[in-house]
């Protein structure tokens, strides 16, 4: 299992960090020891909306080599939902590759085409936006759309990363780690 | 009002985040126009617990020079228990400073001194930890203790956020960044 986190600049850190954390709890608490994952941009730096500075582990790497890539929202959606470039290389959902986005991130997905046919939702600011890209916009917190999933605003992403533990790891390690998180209010519906 | 986010070594990526998104908010949605903020380290570069490099704003600054001063935790602790120039930086609770901490951030202000006199709170796991630096351990999920505040585990960062912008702006205020970051449940207590 391989897992890219995909950042870029303008993004919101929390939408990333609350995915991150549960997820490579798989690795680090030994539930899943031959997991793998980088953080993956297309600049050497990024600069979040907040204004903190990360260094990716890998700088334009193929996305499809990965069986997860994780795309978070930020005010940076705006720029790159017109960015071809960026757009085509993360249009990567396969029966490889699942691509789990939250927060605006969903537009994301929704600009590069992969919610024409699918079940999605979004940051309930950003619900009108969703609707042009999908017939089938929701409230959930959580749409899982086979290699399409979606997630609602910044800290669904939490939700989002407890509800991919315990697709890859099962509902007892998905407890563990949550709690480890002191995360009380689990809400992946 | 200036915030320092202290970050370093084997920190925990999202101990950090969760209190640095609501944070920042106060300016970035624009209710603390005057706000200001850095991400504060001993060194040049920082690599969280799980692998993500950071690069913060300002190196070995004096943290006395803030308003509030935000620690948060990780593996990195355990060395930094044991280190006098590290804890020696981070105690600078006064009339001027409040210092606030999660996790086993908590454990470095009680390696410090801070909490000698102060009821506070850390990670469910680390209570015994807790109980040798401060005979007054509480199990809530945040304790303001005059300019020493600490909190739960990981996610009650996003609360102890949550919590410092109603103390620095009001309910109102608190609420409008909340229902921004999307979160159902606040847990001050």
């Given at each position: 299992?391989?897992?890219a986190?995909?950042?870029?600049?303008n993004?919101?850190?929390?939408d990333?960090?609350?995915?991150?954390?549960?997820?490579?709890?798989?690795k680090?608490?030994?539930?899943?020891p031959d997991?793998?994952y980088?953080?993956c941009?297309r600049?050497?730096?990024?600069?979040s909306?907040e204004?903190?500075?990360?260094v990716p582990?890998?700088?334009?790497?193929?996305?499809?080599?990965f069986?997860?890539?994780?795309i978070?929202g930020?005010d940076?959606?705006?720029?790159?939902m017109?960015d071809?470039?960026?757009?085509?290389?993360?249009?990567?959902a396969?029966?490889?590759t699942?691509v789990?986005?939250?927060?605006?991130?969903?537009l994301?997905?929704g600009a590069?085409?992969l919610l024409?046919?699918?079940?999605?939702t979004?940051h309930p600011a950003?619900?009108?936006?969703?609707?042009r890209?999908?017939?089938d916009?929701?409230?959930?917190?959580?749409?899982?759309?086979g290699?399409?999933?979606t997630?609602g605003?910044?800290t669904a992403g939490i939700?989002?990363g407890?509800?991919?533990?315990?697709k890859i790891a099962?509902?007892?390690?998905?407890e563990?780690?949550q709690m480890?998180?002191?995360?009380?209010?689990?809400s992946?519906a």
């Open positions: 299992m391989k897992i986190f995909v950042v870029y600049n993004m919101t850190l929390l990333f960090a609350g995915v991150y954390d549960p997820l490579t709890r798989l680090t608490m030994g539930f899943c997991l793998t980088a953080v941009a600049t050497d730096q990024v600069r909306s204004g903190v500075v990360l582990d890998r700088v334009m790497t193929d996305l499809s080599c069986d997860l890539v994780i978070p930020g940076g959606i705006k720029e790159l017109q071809r470039v960026f757009l085509a290389w993360i249009t990567v396969s029966e490889r699942t789990a986005a939250l927060c605006g991130g969903s994301l997905l590069a085409g024409r046919t699918r079940k999605a979004t950003l619900m009108d936006i969703l609707a890209f999908t017939q916009v929701s409230g959930d917190r959580i749409v899982d759309a290699p399409v999933i997630a605003g910044v939700d989002l407890l509800y991919l533990c315990e099962g509902s007892t390690v998905r563990k780690i480890q998180m002191d995360y009380r209010h689990y992946p």
